[in-house]
């Protein structure tokens, strides 16, 4: 069965920095590209980052470039959202996700598989 757990959301004021796990269980973790979205109450799903298999390119939304950083660890089939200087817009429950093969990796649809979210409250 596969699993994408999210853990590291919580309170922070502005300015304050979180940083966002999701271990993944189930399928060749090696193998699977890896997104973050997150969704405002009242929105859909907005894409935050990505990071491909290798690890060695990332891409980001333009409200959070700069901020924000994804990582990976492939040993630990663990994904990672460092947020710093976090505004309270980036208020949302962050939901991580993977995808293989060649896909667009800016639309929530060409992810496979979803986590539950972890809900993250940034406060001015």
């Known amino acids: 069965q596969v699993q994408l757990v999210e853990s590291g959301g919580g309170l922070v004021q502005a300015g304050g920095s979180l940083r966002l796990s999701c271990v993944v269980s189930?399928?060749?973790?090696?193998?699977?590209?890896m997104g973050w979205f997150r969704r405002a109450p009242g929105k859909g799903r907005e894409f935050v980052a990505h990071?491909?298999?290798?690890?060695?390119?990332?891409a980001y939304a333009d409200s959070v470039k700069d901020r924000f950083t994804i990582s990976r660890d492939n040993a630990a089939n663990t994904v990672y959202l460092q947020m710093n200087s976090l505004k309270p817009e980036d208020t949302a429950d962050y939901y991580c996700?993977?995808?293989?093969?060649?896909?667009?990796?800016?639309?929530?649809?060409?992810?496979?598989?979803w986590g539950q979210g972890t809900q993250v409250t940034v406060s001015s």
């Open positions: 189930g399928l060749a973790f090696s193998h699977y590209a």
């Open positions: 990071i491909f298999t290798s690890a060695e390119t990332t």
């Open positions: 996700a993977a995808y293989s093969g060649v896909r667009n990796r800016y639309l929530e649809n060409s992810y496979n598989y």
